[in-house]
Nanobody, 124 residues
Framework: QVQLVESGGGLVQAGGSLRLSCAAS????????MGWFRQTPGKEREFIAS????????IYADSVEGRFTVSRDTANNILYLLLNSPRPEDTAVYYC?????????????????WGQGTQVTVSS
């Protein structure tokens, strides 16, 4: 079993920066790939970024590539998402997720465990 606890959300000005954290527990074999998603009311969960826990390879959604950076601290089992130059349209609840799969994947269906989410609000 994997437990994921996000933190770091809050209010940020457009053009600023914010770092989200996700503390992970459980077997590393249940979280070979980890990802960040976000969701706004009435919309489906949207893929943001994914990272291979051991190798560090990453993929990003086009909407955030070049602005957001996913990283991990394997010693402390923490996943990060750095939001640089966020825009008001980045306002959402952000979720971290873990997958047993080795391949990076943008599909929410491929993730087995989810955190509770953390709200990010970007003011203009």
């Amino acid at each position: 079993q994997v437990q994921l606890v996000e933190s770091g959300g809050g209010l940020v000005q457009a053009g600023g920066s914010l770092r989200l954290s996700c503390a992970a527990s459980g077997s590393i074999f249940t979280r070979r790939t980890m990802g960040w998603f976000r969701q706004t009311p009435g919309k489906e969960r949207e893929f943001i970024a994914s990272i291979a826990w051991m190798g560090g390879q990453t993929i990003y959604a086009d909407s955030v590539e070049g602005r957001f950076t996913v990283s991990r601290d394997t010693a402390n089992n923490i996943l990060y998402l750095l939001l640089n130059s966020p825009r008001p349209e980045d306002t959402a609840v952000y979720y971290c997720a873990a997958s047993r799969r080795l391949q990076l994947t943008p599909s929410a269906f491929d993730y087995d465990f989810w955190g509770q989410g953390t709200q990010v609000t970007v003011s203009s």
